[in-house]
C-alpha cells in the first residue's frame, strides 16, 4: 500500500512540474509575442491545475496515506477517486487554454467539484471507523467541510461566465470566494491536521483545552476572515466588525500555535532532516506575512492599494500557494517518505527550489510597489521569467531524483 501512495505522491509532484512549465509559458509571453498563447485562458488553466492538480492531489494522498496507518481502508475506493481526480485535472487543464469557459472546460471543472464531494464523503465515512485521535479528525472533517464549501464560488462564476451575465463584483466575489476557502479552509485545515498529528507521533504533551482552542480559534475565524477579502465593496458597518474579529481570532491561533511548536522545538530538530526543517520554517515565515497582510488590509487606504493593483494580488497569491502550501507540503511528505531528497540531486533541486520561490517573492513584492509608486521597470519581468524558468528547472531537478528511488525509513538525517 505505502507504494501507491509514493506513486500518487510523484504523480502530484509531476503535476507540479507541469505547473511550473505553465507558469514559464505565462511570464515568457508578457516579455515576448506569442500570439498563439491566449494569456487569460491559460491563466485559467494554470490556477485550476496548481489548485487541484498539485495540492489537492498531494493533500490526498497525504491524507489518504494516514488514514491507512489508522484503519483497513479499502485502496481500490482511493484509487479510483485519484484517476477520475487526474482525468478531471488534466482536462480542465487542456481545455482552459483553448477557449477559456467553454461547455468542455466546465464539464471538467464540474467533473472536479464532483471529485471534490466523493472525496470528502468518502473520506468522512473512513474516520468514522478510524482509530485516529478525535481533535485530528476534527481539524481533517473541517478541511473536507471548506473543501466542499469551495465549490459555491467555482460553481457560481462558472454560472457567470457562461449565462454571460457576470458584473465586476460578482466575478471577482466568486473568485475571491473559491480562493479564500481553498487558501485558508482546505489547505490550511488539512496542512494543520497532517502537522498536529505528528506532534502527536512524537509524543508531544498537547493539553487538549489548548488543541481544542487553537482548532475553534481557526475554525471559527474561517468564515468571517472571507470578508477581508471584499472589503472594497460596500459593506454593512457588522460585516466589517466580523472580519476585525477574524483577524483577532487568528492571530490568538498563531500564538497558541506558536507556543505549541516552541514546546516540540527539539523533537522537531531531533526527528526532521535540515531539508524538512527548512520547508517547514520557509512555510511557518510565509504564514506569518500571510496573516500580517490580512490584518493590514483592515486600513481602507492599504486595502485599496492590496486589491487595486495586480502585482500585489498575484504576489500574495504565489506566497500562500508557493511559500506556505507547497513546500510545507512538500517538506510533510519528504518526511513520512512519500517522497525522497536522499540522492544528492534530489537535494539540490529542492533546495534551488526553495531559493527561487523566494526570490519569486521579493520581484513581486518590488513589483508591487513599483506600480504604487508609479514607476516604470519593464526589466523586472525578464527578472520574474527567470524565476519562473527556476522554479520549473528546480522542481524538475526534484523529480528526475525521485527516479528508481528505494525510500527507506526516515531516519531524520
Not at 488543541?211 to 471584499?230: E, V
Not at 518590488?366 to 519581468?381: P, R, V
Request: proline share 3%; charged share 10%; with cysteine.
Amino acid at each position: 500500500m505505502q507504494t501507491t501512495f509514493r506513486s500518487w505522491a510523484k504523480w502530484s509532484l509531476i503535476n507540479l512540474v507541469i505547473v511550473a512549465a505553465v507558469g514559464v509559458i505565462l511570464r515568457y509571453k508578457i516579455v515576448f509575442p506569442l500570439p498563439f498563447v491566449d494569456q487569460k485562458n491559460l491563466l485559467h488553466g494554470h490556477s485550476h491545475f496548481a489548485f487541484s492538480g498539485w495540492v489537492s492531489m498531494a493533500l490526498f494522498t497525504a491524507m489518504a496515506a494516514l488514514l491507512q496507518q489508522y484503519t483497513n481502508i479499502n485502496p481500490s475506493k482511493y484509487r479510483r477517486l485519484f484517476i477520475l481526480g487526474q482525468i478531471a485535472n488534466f482536462g480542465m487543464l487542456f481545455s482552459f487554454p483553448f477557449g477559456g469557459y467553454t461547455p468542455v472546460s466546465i464539464s471538467f471543472s464540474t467533473l472536479s467539484v464532483i471529485f471534490s464531494y466523493l472525496f470528502a464523503w468518502r473520506y468522512h465515512k473512513d474516520l468514522k471507523t478510524s482509530n485516529l485521535p478525535y481533535i485530528i479528525k476534527l481539524w481533517l472533517r473541517a478541511a473536507l467541510f471548506f473543501y466542499v464549501i469551495s465549490s459555491l464560488g467555482a460553481f457560481n462564476l462558472a454560472y457567470l461566465m457562461a449565462s454571460h451575465t457576470s458584473t465586476q463584483d460578482w466575478y471577482i466575489g466568486s473568485v475571491y470566494f473559491f480562493l479564500h476557502f481553498q487558501y485558508n479552509g482546505w489547505f490550511l485545515f488539512a496542512l494543520m491536521g497532517l502537522l498536529m498529528h505528528q506532534l502527536i507521533k512524537w509524543g508531544i504533551d498537547i493539553p487538549d483545552r489548548v488543541h481544542r482552542s487553537l482548532f475553534y480559534c481557526f475554525f471559527i475565524s474561517c468564515i468571517p476572515a472571507f470578508f477581508l477579502s471584499a472589503l472594497w465593496m460596500d459593506l454593512p458597518k457588522w460585516i466589517v466588525a466580523t472580519a476585525i474579529l477574524a483577524v483577532l481570532l487568528h492571530w490568538i491561533s498563531y500564538y497558541l500555535f506558536l507556543k505549541l511548536i516552541n514546546k516540540a522545538f527539539s523533537s522537531i530538530a531531533k526527528k526532521c532532516s535540515s531539508l524538512t526543517k527548512l520547508l517547514w520554517t520557509v512555510g511557518l515565515i510565509a504564514f506569518t506575512i500571510k496573516l500580517v497582510l490580512q490584518s493590514l488590509s483592515l486600513i481602507p487606504s492599504l486595502s485599496f492599494l492590496a486589491f487595486g493593483f495586480r502585482p500585489i494580488v498575484i504576489g500574495y497569491l504565489h506566497l500562500v500557494l508557493l511559500g506556505m502550501v507547497s513546500l510545507t507540503l512538500i517538506g510533510y511528505l519528504l518526511h513520512e517518505n512519500l517522497l525522497s531528497s536522499r540522492i544528492a540531486i534530489a537535494k539540490k533541486g529542492l533546495f534551488a527550489f526553495v531559493a527561487s520561490v523566494i526570490l519569486n517573492e521579493i520581484l513581486l513584492m518590488l513589483q508591487g510597489i513599483f506600480a504604487i509608486k508609479d514607476i516604470y521597470f519593464n526589466s523586472i519581468n525578464y527578472f520574474l521569467l527567470a524565476t519562473a524558468v527556476g522554479l520549473f528547472t528546480s522542481i524538475g531537478i526534484f523529480l528526475f531524483g525521485q527516479k528508481s528511488i528505494d525510500i527507506q525509513p526516515n531516519d531524520g538525517n
